[in-house]
């Protein structure tokens, strides 16, 4: 046998281990979901705080920011803690559905057959995919991720006049700035793509500014509304009534009744100041680069597009980390905005060609998203990398965040 064909042979049997490892880090990846999930249902965890008060929040006593997911389970019937939790849960799992959705629709159309077990691992175990969503299932981020997919089947619809999809849009616009204000800065790009994607002339871009404005105009003033309005204090004697926990609580009436600039102000405090949101915002920078790298090396899709579609989700991510310090919950957002741009990337045959570009990529994405799990959710300090943390880490993985293999290894051991 020539050198080269040997040197073939080789590269092959790694491009095959390669594909097993990463089928098995996405069975004991699925393992590990479906074990946290669990313990996150048990825990009731739509009752113990600020996310659960939200569903409280309604129209009642007049507009206020974020009362739309409030006012829909109201019409319902009265709302009490068990229709939070069916609330809660439904839109979760609407959520859960939606990612899947989304890796689906990249995977089919922007991947060969032998690769699509690699990129279906990447964006399974990045801890921006479900696994955000399984850790914090208390979230409206979870309407906007739904939004997400309902914003890409419209325009992928065949059935829906243009007349019917720009009112589809409307409506899926004003409910994201209804559900959460800053929802809209991640579904704005997706309506410039749709609304320009028949024409591509430079001399359309006045009309493709114009369309987008006129599709998005109802969120904008709902958004302005929510900045503007004030809930009035029949409101937040309501919500409080509701609540029914102690003063010193963090409350949905607490954080709705600040005003845009006091919330800042309360977040930085919260946090600890511009430093720590520096580094947390650094660290995830990093993770959601590597992520969307590694997954780019394995589609095939110009650089041109993928960049693209990364600039403006992470962008999005970015700014909503600088003014309000969730962190993992925006590049959570922007990892499935990302995917959503790719759903409606038209189809290429342009990819990485190097076999070793793209084990590396893969291995590197692989390891970043196992290490990710570990992250803190909100704010990072210094103390959360030392003091043991990373020598830890595989006791804790094992191999999910929050130690649960190792309390269901413990339970059956």
Known sequence: MSRGASASVVQA??????????????????????????????????LRGYEGDQWFVSYEHG??????P????????AVDSHRVQIAGWTITFAALIAVTWLIGLVVLRHTRPQDRVVVVALCLVSPMGLGAISRTPDRYDDIGIALLLATVLVARSRRLSVGAKGAALVAVTAAAAASEEFLLLLLVPLVWRIVGSGSSQTASLRGQIRRTATVCTPAFVIVAMSVAIRPSAAWLNTIQAKVRLPMDHLTAATVLHLSALEQLRFSYDYSGGARYTALTIAVWLLVFVTS?????VWLR??????VESAVVAGGAAFALNVVFLDACRWWALAFAAFLAQLALTPHSDVSVRSSRVRLAAGAVGLVVAVV???????TMHPGDFGGGYWASLWEAWIPGPNGTYARWLHAFG
């Not at 990463?22 to 313990?39: E, M, N, P, Q, R």
């Not at 969307?292 to 780019?296: E, K």
């Not at 899709?301 to 993928?306: H, Y």
């Open 13 to 46: 049997r790694v491009e095959r281990l390669f594909y097993a490892l990463a089928a098995c880090a996405l069975a004991l990846w699925g393992l590990w979901f479906v074990h946290s999930l669990v313990l996150e249902l048990q825990r009731h965890v739509f």
């Open 63 to 68: 507009f206020v920011r974020r009362g739309l």
């Open 70 to 77: 409030g006012e829909v389970l109201a019409l319902f019937g």
């Open 292 to 296: 969307v790298g590694a997954i780019a």
């Open 301 to 306: 899709l110009s650089r041109r597009a993928i």
């Open 372 to 378: 990710a799990l570990q992250l803190p959710l909100t």
